[in-house]
């Protein structure tokens, strides 16, 4: 993952309403979820809900596809876990970070 790309996905996931959205998304998993759910769920406007949406497909983390008439957006775990290693690579400078947790060290 390219150096940009996890800043993007960082600053989309850097408000509060998006990193709500962003893990909603993760827990209903591959099924999606239709905006007007999102809204629902999350008690949010539907004009701050798209605005918020849109941010978040273009940071690729979550993707968008057409259903018929719906909208369905998903989580990108793709993009995720790129970011996740990306921020992991070279974690507790390649020693394990599986360490008893009555011995709190590294990470």
Do not use: W
């Not at 209903?28 to 949010?44: K, R, S």
């Not at 990306?86 to 400078?93: A, F, G, R, S």
Request: glycine share 8%; with cysteine.
């Amino acid at each position: 993952m390219e150096e940009s790309d996890v800043v993007k996905a960082l600053g989309a996931l850097a408000q509060p309403l998006r990193l709500r959205v962003f893990r909603a998304l993760v827990v209903v998993g591959e099924t999606g979820l239709t905006p007007g759910a999102i809204q629902e769920g999350l008690a949010v406007p539907a004009a701050t809900l798209s605005f918020h949406l849109k941010e978040l497909v273009a940071s690729g983390l979550v993707t968008q596809e057409r259903a018929s008439r719906h909208l369905i957006y998903r989580a990108a775990y793709p993009q995720m876990n790129a970011l996740l290693g990306y921020l992991t690579d070279n974690c507790c400078e390649g020693a394990s970070c599986a360490v008893p947790s009555s011995t709190p060290t590294c990470c």
